[in-house]
């Protein structure tokens, strides 16, 4: 056993070493195999071994028996031990999941805390042959993609799992030859969740079919991780040349095989997407819309123009606050980030061309001039070219994308626009040297 355990984990790295290593020990057969079978490793490897157990509460007596069992084994083993818990049904409704889930969460938040502590480079838990098999089957049965039919990682950041060459039964034959005595958790013995069922089920049948179906499953698994290993390492070598994490060109990404492409989504996302929402985003990237959108969990995907852009819902501001100026008023536009300044004056002979200072002749101006967003109905006669234009058909032709088009600032007085920020001044207003002006400037804040 020790032979085999060690071969495993070498072949992850799992081991380096001298290294310091926190053992999560429950009590039960799986985590008692784990335990002994590092402080036999440890003696070849210098390894320091440290015990925790993490108590959620669930079973009274029962759970307080086996954290009590764990650290009286500890003791006389000589093994440093710490211990946590908490209440995992309260968390679980705090953040809306399940009691597995939320079990898990806390009990990996507390070895990773514990690690910490004690300045561990590994944290071991004692997942074996039949649990990935499991996995397997029950992604599969929930349906799930290749990344799920991989089972359950030999390595994880810092977290290992050397245990996973062997099966429950080589597990428990261990500790019987070595008479290392184990807990057991009555709930293992219910039908009481997917994983029992499936445990109880239909593993017996398919080890009816092949004895050594775990094994067949972890070897079929590590196959798996090399066939997804390869296909995400072409998709980071796509997000990796992006100027912005969150933005990349759609034509590209739907040119991609839906392998590469889907996970390039998944990645620019940051968040968990079912292959629905996956095939929203492509779809949306194939699209001869310049503007569209789609909600994700927790995410938005728009399209502006050539690229897709994911956000998070209500990050940026979609418009501001108007401002009204009169000569000689300052106004702030926070949303913005600008300072907006109204003076008179004088028009020179040579006029202004810049589109972030503006030029009106005073004569034609009605009422004071409003900063604002567009309106439903704006149109504008730009200086220097032809024909009359919607501000909606205006923006197009800039390619402004739509969710940007309430954040360009609109000079408008009581007869209509006067001009758009970045585009020009209209007709109307437009002065002559020599004529009384307003002068408007909008300058960035520091």
Do not use: Q
Not at 227 to 249: H, K, V
Not at 300 to 306: H, L, N
């Amino acid at each position: 056993m020790l032979t085999r355990f060690l071969e495993y984990a070498d072949r992850y790295s799992m081991l380096p070493d001298g290294s310091r290593i926190l053992a999560a020990v429950s009590g039960g057969a799986d985590s008692m195999c784990l335990l002994e079978l590092l402080l036999e490793a440890s003696k070849k490897r210098g390894l320091a071994v440290e015990a925790a157990h993490f108590n959620h509460r669930l079973r009274g007596a029962e759970a307080d028996r086996d954290e009590e069992f764990v650290s009286d084994w500890c003791r006389s083993r000589g093994v440093p031990f710490r211990s946590g818990s908490g209440d995992v049904t309260a968390y679980a409704g705090d953040h809306g999941i399940g009691i597995e889930e939320a079990a898990r969460a806390m009990r990996y938040g507390f070895l990773e805390k514990a690690a910490d502590d004690i300045c561990a480079s590994r944290i071991a838990t004692a997942h074996n042959a039949d649990d990935n098999a499991e996995t397997m089957l029950l992604n599969l049965a929930r349906g799930t993609g290749l990344r799920g039919l991989c089972g359950i990682p030999p390595v994880r950041g810092r977290i290992i799992r050397p245990l996973m060459c062997f099966t429950r039964g080589e597990i428990e034959g261990y500790l019987s030859e070595r008479g290392i005595p184990h807990v057991e958790d009555s709930t293992n013995s219910e039908d009481i969740c997917g994983r029992n069922r499936i445990r109880h089920a239909e593993m017996t049948v398919l080890r009816e079919l092949n004895g050594d179906f775990s094994g067949a499953a972890l070897r079929t698994a590590e196959l798996l991780r090399r066939d997804e290993d390869y296909i995400a390492s072409a998709a980071r070598g796509f997000t990796d040349t992006l100027d912005e994490p969150d933005r990349a060109d759609a034509t590209c990404l739907a040119a991609l095989p839906y392998p590469v492409a889907s996970r390039i989504v998944r990645m620019m996302c940051g968040s968990g997407l079912s292959a629905e929402h996956v095939g929203a985003v492509l779809r949306l990237c194939e699209a001869e819309k310049p503007s569209a959108a789609v909600s994700l969990p927790g995410m938005i995907a728009e399209r502006e123009y050539e690229d897709i852009v994911f956000r998070k819902p209500g990050g940026d501001p979609t418009s501001f606050k108007p401002v009204e100026l009169g000569e000689g008023d300052t106004a702030e536009i926070p949303e913005l980030h600008l300072r907006a300044i109204c003076t008179g004056g004088i028009c020179e002979e040579k006029i202004h061309k810049s589109f972030t200072t503006f030029l009106f002749k005073k004569a034609v101006l009605c009422g004071k001039i409003i900063i604002r967003p567009r309106a439903p109905g704006d149109e504008i006669s730009i200086h220097g070219r032809r024909g009359t234009k919607t501000l909606k058909k205006l923006f197009i032709e800039e390619r402004v994308p739509a969710n940007k088009r309430g954040l360009v600032p609109v000079l408008a007085d009581g007869s209509g626009v006067l001009a758009v920020a970045g585009m020009g001044i209209d007709r109307r207003a437009y002065p002559l040297p020599g004529d009384e002006i307003i002068k408007i400037i909008l300058e960035e804040k520091a």
